[in-house]
Nanobody, 132 residues
Framework: QVQLVESGGGSVEAGGSLRLSCAASGDVYNRKCMGWFRHAPGKEREGVAAIYIGWPVSGSTYYADSVKGRFTISQDNAKNTVYLQMNSLKPDDTAMYYC??????????????????????WGQGTQVTVSS
């Protein structure tokens, strides 16, 4: 089992920045795809960014077109934490942001990392509100 806890959400004005954190605990998997998703009222859940951690290409990142150039996903393996740096925030970025993980048990192939794949573990979410 993997537990995910998000933090760092809040209220900012348009053009501002926030950094979200996702701390993972529980079972340790050396190969995993970590993703950030968001869900705004009246809209479908949207994949924002993902990062692959582990062999063979650790650090590969994937972004939704709506956030490319503004958001950056990164990892700190020592802290078992994934971050989402959000710059140039817009009111349309207002949503609940969720961290998610897709893991590969030892001996199985590495998980395909993309925003379209299923994720087996989810956090409780952190609210981001951007005012105009």
């Amino acid at each position: 089992q993997v537990q995910l806890v998000e933090s760092g959400g809040g209220s900012v004005e348009a053009g501002g920045s926030l950094r979200l954190s996702c701390a993972a605990s529980g079972d340790v998997y050396n190969r995993k795809c970590m993703g950030w998703f968001r869900h705004a009222p009246g809209k479908e859940r949207e994949g924002v960014a993902a990062i692959y951690i582990g062999w063979p290409v650790s650090g590969s990142t994937y972004y939704a077109d709506s956030v490319k150039g503004r958001f950056t996903i990164s990892q700190d393996n020592a802290k078992n934490t994934v971050y989402l740096q959000m710059n140039s925030l817009k009111p349309d970025d207002t949503a609940m942001y969720y961290c998610a993980a897709a893991v590969a048990p030892r001996g199985s192939p590495p998980p395909i990392c993309s925003l379209d794949r299923p994720f087996g573990y989810w956090g409780q979410g952190t609210q981001v509100t951007v005012s105009s």
